[in-house]
């Protein structure tokens, strides 16, 4: 679990959570709910009751900026991302990356109709804004804003019962909507794997939305603990562990993030490195690895082919969907075709291991309306 | 059979020689959901204080500590099939392992159920 330092900074859901019977730690600085109790809770069950229902998630340590819209050329300078031809309402992964083209954090941009709205982690958001600051770019933080997810096959349905109009979003696409005589900016996406939806709203109105959708039957509040185990088990990398400067996109399966324009025009951080790798090759890989027997191996572990450590997990754990341990790691090339048995040492013990495709469990995401795809 | 526990949360049933350990109530509830247990084998010298045990939580590994000095005369095949009975019968069928005591002068350091309770009641 995260370390607490001395003191933690609250969250606008903070007395809410701890009605709720959140555990509490610390997590970017925050004090942040990692599971909750009573009979619903417990990581398990958290996970389980988003996959098959829906899961409320506060995620306001994540840092939401601002930028103006004519900061898009800017930005580019930053990232591998076409953010000039981004269309409104459109979202965007990117990749805040360094000159040797390693990754800074990764990131959601929309276009709005009058700026553009990042969503960037919250612990590096310090980092991410002076960069920004640096390159010279006016950075609005709406710290002001607090940020949920709503993730799961009936989140629409809850969601719907309060704002009606969120049908008709499509997988990442985001707009504005009016609930309590305040704007909303709710966007049809999320990091679970699942169909769901982030919202975007005054703080001063987190609680009473949170309550709202709480009273939907479907709805139940979920842990920093889940969101860990969903998002592995969809094979989505997190900053920080899957992810950092000394990985870049190509290593990191994330070449789609480096959009086709950027692709044949450069001009990103690291484009000459990461464009060579992109058609050669690279040296390693992230990879999925689905594990025998019950012992997980986690962050740290090192994997092996026969005598020879080919890579390291960098996140792993049971997977509450999958019913087994499964980790993400970086592997040497040779060794990372799916269906190959590699090892990975855990206190001194050898556990069989094969390379899998991610996601370890088949994405839910609603592509066109009203469709599961 | 007398009834002890530890500062670290381990509960200890002590018949003569013999004694059975496991990790209390209050310890699986904050270790969560409990996915692997690690147990030392017959015939392992475990040592007061020092790591005995491992409990995967969900969440992160977790060692456990011998309360005494022995040598462990059973581990808990159960708990290989059904690691989660540490989270249902934590102080029951979800023993870890049993020992036979090196030193019985060593209990006279550990809690009886009244001074764990009033030390959780403090956490």
Known sequence: MADQPETLMTLPLDGL?????ARMVGFAGYAMPIQYSGEFGGIIAEHLWTRRHAGLFDVSHMGQLLLPADADAPLEALLPGDICGLGTGVLRYSLF????????????????????????????????????RAAGMAVSVRDDWALLALQGPEAVLAL?????????????????????????????????????????????????????????PEVRPIGLGARDSLRLEAGLPLYGHDLDASSNPIEA?????????????????????????????????????????????REGAAVFAGGTCVGTVTSGGHAPSVGAPIAMAYVATP?????????????????????????FKPKNYVRAEGTAA | MTRYYTHDH??????????????????????GDVVFVEVPAAGTHVAKGKEAAVVESVKAASDVYSPVT?????????????????????ETAGWFFKLALSDPSELDGLLDATAYRAFVATL
């Open chain 1, 17 to 21: 959570h701890r009605r709720l019977g």
């Open chain 2, 70 to 90: 022995g040598i462990v005369s059973e581990a808990n095949a159960a708990l290989e099939g059904d690691p989660a009975l540490v989270n249902t019968a934590p």
């Open chain 1, 253 to 297: 399966g994330l070449g789609f993030a480096i959009s086709k324009r950027r692709k044949l025009e450069g001009g990103f951080p690291g484009a000459s490195i990461i464009l060579d790798q992109l058609h050669n090759g690279a040296a390693r890989r992230r990879i999925g690895l689905a594990i025998d027997g019950k012992l997980p191996a």
């Open chain 1, 97 to 132: 990356l360094n000159d040797a083209g390693g990754i800074l954090d990764d990131l959601m941009v929309t276009r709005r109709a009058d700026d553009l709205y990042l969503v960037v982690n919250g612990a590096v958001k310090a980092a991410d804004i002076a960069h920004l």
């Open chain 1, 160 to 216: 719907e019962r309060l704002i009606p109009a969120v049908v008709t979003l499509r997988f990442m696409r985001a707009a504005a909507f009016a609930y309590a005589g305040e704007t909303l900016w709710i966007s049809r996406s999320g990091y679970t794997g699942e169909d769901g939806f982030e919202i975007s709203l005054p703080a001063t109105l987190a609680e009473t939305f949170a309550e709202a959708l709480l009273a939907g």
């Open chain 2, 10 to 31: 381990e509960w200890l049933d002590v018949d003569g020689n013999s004694a059975t350990v496991g990790i209390t109530d209050y310890a699986q509830g904050q270790l």
């Open chain 1, 335 to 359: 060794h990372v075709a799916d269906g190959t048995a590699l090892e990975i040492d855990v206190r001194g013990r050898r556990l069989a291991a094969r390379v899998v495709p991610m996601p």
